[in-house]
C-alpha cells in the first residue's frame, strides 16, 4: 500500500482515490467503513480492526499536516 497523496475529503492510495473514511490494511483498502455514531470513535467501529491485530493503530481527524 502507498499513499499518493492526500487533500481535504480525499485520500489517493495506490493510484485510487478515495472521498470517504477508509482503513488501510497492509494488503487492502477498506472504504466502506463507517463510524456509529458521526465524528466520534467507538469500540463497536473497531471491531474489524482489533480482529486483524495490527502492530500499530493510527487514527486521525480527517487532515494531515
Known amino acids: 500500500m502507498h499513499i499518493d497523496g492526500y487533500v481535504f475529503g480525499r ?5 485510487k482515490s478515495y472521498a470517504s473514511d477508509v482503513i488501510i490494511y497492509p494488503d ?4 466502506s ?4 455514531e458521526g465524528h466520534y470513535l467507538q469500540k463497536e467501529d473497531l471491531s474489524g480492526i482489533i480482529a486483524a ?8 481527524p480527517g487532515t494531515w499536516v
Open 28 to 31: 487492502r483498502v477498506d472504504p
Open 11 to 15: 485520500i489517493i492510495i495506490d493510484k
Open 33 to 36: 467503513w463507517w463510524r456509529k
Open 53 to 60: 491485530k495490527p502492530d500499530i493503530l493510527m487514527s486521525g
